[in-house]
């Protein structure tokens, strides 16, 4: 089942043709029924850059940005999601002192929100580790997320996170202090029991329950895109094929389906889903 009155948008994918399936990724998930995407800039890693003073960080973000014109002339909606992934507090630690990574990172931000401030992005990504780390550490990469929350309260956008599993409470109240809403913070690779907004992964087995129960989140693959690992997380025609799939079985409406691909990230990025 497709239907082309109906949005099908992925909320965190990686389109990489430098290290990737690049546009013919981009295409297969076109073909599977997707309309929008969320591309999110990746680690410095992917693309040997080690920064030193966080400007760096823009060699990421223009590629990120040039493979988004690329993809907009397949007829795919881009929006773009320019940030710091919360893993590199540990890649840097290894070349500079904690404190120094900390700057390079919150500047590395800065960069980001100014591509927010120009309109060439929608959106920051953020978070910290998803794996054990000293108590230093994460207290280091709290000041990160913390800096982060403060740019898009100053840029009135929303705020991706990457971090561990779980509900990720405590976010709630530092983006209260930053003043961004908690529903404009989204949890990426979410589970359910977050308050903040959930991006769930397409194959999440309680997708049919949270859609006909009405609470609002939206769907990703987060596709990596790289070539060593293909198909990770999942492929990028999940997002399309698990919303028709669901779709054809009756499990969601279409109205839930409009809430998931349109209505939530209408309301948590402020942009336009059209069909």
Avoid at 260 to 266: G, Q, R, S, Y
């Amino acid at each position: 089942m497709k239907n082309p009155d109906i949005p099908v948008t992925d909320d965190h994918i990686h389109i990489d043709p430098r290290n990737g399936r690049g546009l013919a990724a981009a295409k297969d998930f076109q073909r599977s029924g997707g309309t929008h995407i969320f591309l999110v800039s990746k680690p410095s890693s992917s693309f040997g850059v080690i920064p030193r003073t966080g400007q760096e960080f823009s060699i990421v973000y223009d590629e990120t940005l040039a493979v988004a014109n690329q993809v907009r002339e397949l007829g795919i909606t881009v929006f773009v999601v320019l940030g710091v992934h919360p893993a590199e507090i540990t890649r840097l630690s290894a070349h500079y002192p904690l404190d120094e990574v900390v700057r390079i990172m919150q500047t590395g931000l800065d960069t980001a929100a100014a591509c927010v401030a120009r309109g060439s992005a929608v959106a920051l990504k953020s978070g910290r580790p998803h794996y054990p780390v000293s108590g230093e550490v994460l207290a280091a990469s709290g000041a990160v997320l913390d800096h982060a929350l403060s740019l898009a309260a100053q840029e009135g956008c929303a705020l991706q996170v990457h971090a561990e599993t779980g509900p990720c409470a405590d976010i709630v109240e530092r983006a209260e202090r930053a003043g961004i809403p908690a529903w404009r913070v989204v949890k990426h690779y979410a589970t359910p029991d977050t308050p903040l907004t959930p991006s769930l992964i397409a194959t999440h087995p309680d997708i049919p329950d949270l859609a006909v129960a009405g609470r609002w989140f939206t769907m990703e693959s987060d596709y990596m895109d790289e070539n060593s690992r293909p198909g990770a997380v999942i492929g990028p025609k999940s997002v399309p094929r698990a919303t028709f799939r669901l779709l054809s079985s009756g499990a969601i409406g279409i109205d839930d389906a409009f809430r998931i691909h349109k209505e939530t990230p209408e309301k948590v990025y402020g942009v336009d889903i059209v069909s």
